[in-house]
C-alpha cells in the first residue's frame, strides 16, 4: 500500500528534476526524470522548477503517480 506524500520540485539538472518533501524539515532531494513528471502532471520541463506536487510512495520509497497540488 502507498501513502501520498507532499513534494515540491526544487530545480532541473539535465533531464533530471531535483524533488524533496515538502515540508520545513526535509531531507536530501532525490532525482527523478523530469519529463515523466512533466507528462503526468501535464506540464512543460520548464514549468517545473518550484512546482508543488503529490506523489505515491511505495514500499522502497520511490514515487510515483505524479499529480498537482
Known sequence: MSERVNVKVLL???DQAEV???APDAG??????????????????SELPNMRLSAAA???DRLSGWQRR
Do not use: C, K, T
Open 12 to 14: 532541473l539538472f539535465g
Open 20 to 22: 524533496v518533501a515538502d
Open 58 to 60: 511505495g514500499a522502497d
Open 28 to 45: 536530501d532531494p532525490v532525482r527523478y526524470p523530469a519529463a515523466e513528471i512533466a507528462s503526468a502532471v501535464g506540464a512543460e520541463l
